[in-house]
């Protein structure tokens, strides 16, 4: 019997088709990617993981297992551990803003609405695709690219295409399948919607990267 998160990937899978083809993504394997793009988009991954990482202690309060609690209060802490130190590295000596694009500002509101008005199982469906896309597009570089010798953004590829990121998205996918297995079938249905939701939200955060997004007024 396949888990809900099997399920969802077969559903879903044309988003992530979509994503891997991007011309972000090809464009950062290969290395070509330009610099000005690649600032904006750490610029405002900055400001989506400073919401993110509350979101993140919001579904481990929610919760009622303690081993539960901890994967998502410790995920939320390797945000400012370890994220952050990334973006300085890229981002240190550069002209930042503290402005959300348009895609920001929708991706991080919809994820702060899912994890404080939503049941638990709608909130856990809604944050995984950060987990799940990250790494499937990491391995995705990883397995794909030629350069690993002089790719600029190798150090953000490696993170993401890594053993202990992989350990921590297999645990937000158990814990999510968790819930899963004793859900109704219509909450079923809302955790395939935020799921799917979520997935485009991501795609559109890559796109929005790529041409800069600015606010039309």
Not at 37 to 61: M, R, S, W
Not at 70 to 98: P, Y
Request: charged share 25%.
């Amino acid at each position: 019997m396949s888990s809900w998160y099997e399920e969802v990937s077969v559903k879903t899978e044309p988003i992530l088709k979509q994503i891997k083809e991007h011309v972000f993504i090809k464009e950062l394997m290969a290395g070509t990617l330009p610099k000005e793009v690649f600032n904006f988009y750490i610029n405002q991954d900055t400001i989506y993981l400073a919401e993110y990482k509350k979101v993140l202690a919001q579904i481990g309060i929610k919760c009622s297992d303690d081993n539960d609690i901890q994967f998502f209060l410790d995920s939320a802490t390797g945000i400012i551990n370890v994220e952050n130190a990334l973006h300085q590295h890229f981002l240190k000596e550069e002209i930042t803003t503290d402005e959300a694009s348009i895609t920001c500002e929708l991706y991080i509101s919809y994820l702060s609405r899912m994890a404080h008005t939503k049941p638990l199982e709608e909130g856990l469906a809604a944050v995984l695709p950060c987990f799940t896309i990250y790494k499937q597009v990491g391995d995705y570089i990883l397995e794909n690219q030629s350069n690993k010798e002089n790719n600029p953004y190798q150090d953000w590829i490696d993170t993401y295409g890594g053993e202990e990121f992989a350990n921590s998205v297999q645990s937000a996918i158990d814990i999510t399948n968790k819930f899963a297995a004793s859900a109704s079938p219509e909450t079923i249905d809302k955790m395939n919607e935020a799921f799917e939701k979520a997935s485009k939200l991501e795609w559109m955060f890559w796109d929005s990267a790529y041409i800069k997004e600015a606010w039309k007024i």
